[in-house]
């Protein structure tokens, strides 16, 4: 059974940090490419980060770039999204996602920039 669990979202104040982690089972995870994506509300979702199989090669929105860092560790079967210098438009729902033809989701967890 495939299963993408988030952790790591909570309550943090502008300019903070938070570091994101998604756990994988029940498929190959050093296979897949992975993928932070986020939703606000009442927008769409967007693709935040991005990392390749073997972690050689990543990706970020404009938005992000700069503040964000996306990891894997393959042995550890987890990918991580680190967050710093947190804006109150970082709010969202963070979802990660595992691609390779298919895809799989995980079911997100909030993230609350706010003083």
């Known amino acids: 059974q495939v299963q993408l669990v988030e952790s790591g979202g909570g309550l943090v104040q502008p300019g903070g940090s938070l570091r994101l982690s998604c756990a994988a089972s029940?498929?190959?995870?050093?296979?897949?490419?992975m993928r932070w994506y986020r939703q606000a509300p009442e927008k769409e979702r967007e693709l935040v980060a991005a990392?390749?199989?073997?972690?050689?090669?990543?990706n970020y929105a404009p938005s992000v770039k700069g503040r964000f860092t996306i990891s894997r560790n393959n042995g550890k079967n987890t990918v991580y999204l680190q967050m710093n210098s947190l804006k109150p438009e970082d709010t969202a729902v963070y979802y990660c996602?595992?691609?390779?033809?298919?895809?799989?989701w995980g079911q997100g967890t909030q993230v609350t920039v706010s003083s």
């Open positions: 996602n595992a691609v390779r033809g298919t895809s799989y």
């Open positions: 029940g498929f190959t995870f050093s296979s897949y490419g």
């Open positions: 990392i390749s199989s073997t972690g050689d090669d990543t």
